[in-house]
């Protein structure tokens, strides 16, 4: 934890200052996209996980200065997670499934500000707000091998097997760019710190619940990759 917070520091004191090699992109649009991609399968003995998750997040922001853009986008995210439960007994076995699938979009608003480390390579520190929609939507099923019956729970799915979830969020991203050409490169958002604010509703009888979380992470296992492209001469 203290060598995150140290690296997180360092770099946000890196923008303090300014720099000789910086372009001046004053008045001009930059087009970004972030892409993540992530897939986990902690199996046991008994039980056998799988879970997989995608997120992207274009966005288009505008150089009020020449390091410091503000801009607008929109978040999306597809998560799906499975499991298997095998229980082990005198009549056979029992394997317990269930399955939940998330979808959720989020429109944002954010500003970055950023700092040349040479030529091609720098630094940034983004600054991201967002409010979202989300559902997850749950599913399970029976299986029991000597008796052969099978039971599928989610063959009529009603409406308090899905939950619905209200996200806002704040954060407070460092960011590496690497220039190729004068207009355009790739990037890498290190995640960093992250305020949550979260409501939600099991079913349509019952109140949104709220939790709030805080979190400080630069695991590389959050990273998100994407490409960058400044419009104009």
């Known amino acids: 934890m203290r060598v995150s917070k140290l690296i997180f520091y360092s770099l946000f004191a890196l923008l303090l200052h300014q720099s000789l090699f910086s372009q001046d992109y004053k008045n ?21 996980s799988k879970s997989f998750s995608i997120e992207t997040s274009p966005s288009i922001g505008y150089f009020i200065h020449k390091n410091l853009i503000v801009g607008a986008g929109i978040d999306y995210g597809y998560s799906r997670e499975y499991q ?6 005198t009549t056979g076995i029992n394997t317990f499934s269930y399955a939940i699938t998330g979808k959720e979009i989020a429109p944002m608003a954010y500003v970055k500000l950023f700092k040349p480390l040479n030529q091609r390579m720098y630094c940034a520190l983004r600054l991201n707000y967002q409010y979202g929609w989300s559902s997850q939507t ?21 409406p ?27 990037q890498t958002s290190l995640n960093g710190f992250n305020l949550t604010s979260i409501r939600k509703k ?9 939790q709030t979380t805080c979190e400080f992470s630069i695991n590389p296992s959050s990273w998100s990759f994407g490409v960058f492209a400044i419009l104009g001469k």
């Open 84 to 89: 298997n439960l095998y229980i082990y007994n």
């Open 28 to 48: 001009k649009f930059i087009i970004e996209g972030n892409f993540s991609l992530n897939s986990q399968e902690p199996n046991s003995s008994n039980t056998f």
């Open 202 to 210: 099991d079913g349509p009888f019952i109140d949104f619940s709220k």
């Open 138 to 158: 749950k599913s399970s099923s029976n299986y029991n091998s000597s008796y052969g019956n099978y039971y599928d729970y989610s063959s009529s799915i009603k």
């Open 160 to 186: 308090d097997n899905v939950t619905h979830i209200r996200t806002s969020s704040f954060a407070i991203s460092p960011e590496i760019q690497y220039r190729i050409t004068k207009h355009w490169g790739i």
